[in-house]
């Protein structure tokens, strides 16, 4: 093992204790807004705080399970980025209240994930005598790794949505559609409607209910426009995790992202 990359892990293990600071404020804030989420009998959200809890656990055990060292600040951006999607996102509805929150989380995420998958890859290649990956290749799989995760993760929203009947694929309003389902002679010819000013939808109850300004879109934009900035993330880190491997030293701030074996 180079020099570098013992100094790095020295790095690591001095510095990871600041994570702990985040992570005990952000923890006491969960365990706050879970006794207000009680109170208020909202149960679901309690479920939101006690999946929070969890999901804090999930790098104590990575590291401790796959003698995995993970820098100060990825752990902090990762209990961060929880606390993000489920104490601010879904129960504070910052999704809904704040523009593009969705789309910088999704953005983190493949930047994070694209860094998981680097390091998996750049710890075999470092710690076997065997494999010679070209940098190319490491920051290939890393960038697949980070797309097949957002993938899932929409697999994930979909089903929620079609089973459990959430909205987790945000709708949206949109003004124009085109549509083969409108071709009134069955040809695969798109109908385009334009200018959509309103949307009545009939129930077999007799409700009727009124969309204004246009024609709800049911999750399709939302899924790829996830997908969209995933790649944006995953291209950002893959840029730097080439650099990195090319040259260690003069690009060293990418261990920041990026995970090192334990060897204890």
Same mark, same amino acid.
Request: glycine share 6%; aromatic share 14%.
């Given at each position: ?152 993760? *929409?697999?994930? *929203? ?107």
């Amino acid at each position: 093992m180079g020099k570098f990359a013992k100094k790095m892990k020295k790095k690591y293990n001095e510095t990871n204790k600041k994570s702990i600071v985040v992570y005990l404020i952000l923890r006491l804030l969960v365990v706050i807004s879970m006794i207000f989420q009680v109170l208020m009998g909202n149960f679901e959200n309690v479920f939101m705080c006690v999946l929070s809890l969890l999901l804090f656990t999930i790098p104590t055990i990575i590291s401790e399970k796959f003698k995995i060292g993970l820098p100060s600040l990825l752990e902090a951006i990762i209990y961060i980025f929880i606390f993000s999607t489920t104490i601010l996102g879904e129960i504070n509805n910052f999704y809904g209240v704040i523009p593009f929150w969705d789309t910088m989380l999704h953005t983190i995420n493949g930047f994070l994930c694209a860094g998981i998958g680097f390091s998996l890859v750049d710890l075999l290649n470092q710690n076997s005598k065997q494999i010679n990956l070209s940098p190319i290749y490491v920051v290939v799989v890393a960038f697949c790794f980070s797309m097949t995760i957002g993938i899932l993760w *929409e697999f994930y *929203e979909f089903t929620a949505d079609y089973v459990f009947r959430t909205d987790m694929q945000k709708d949206r309003i949109i003004q124009n559609i085109s549509t083969v389902e409108l071709n009134p002679y069955g040809k695969n010819i798109p109908i385009k409607i334009n200018n959509i000013e309103k949307t009545q939808i009939y129930s077999k109850d007799g409700k009727i209910t009124t969309i204004e300004n246009g024609y709800l879109d049911i999750g399709i934009i939302d899924t790829m426009k996830d997908l969209f900035v995933n790649f944006i993330g995953a291209v950002v880190f893959s840029v730097i995790g080439y650099l990195y491997v090319k040259n260690r030293e003069k690009y060293k701030f990418a261990a920041n992202f990026i995970p090192v074996k334990n060897n204890y």
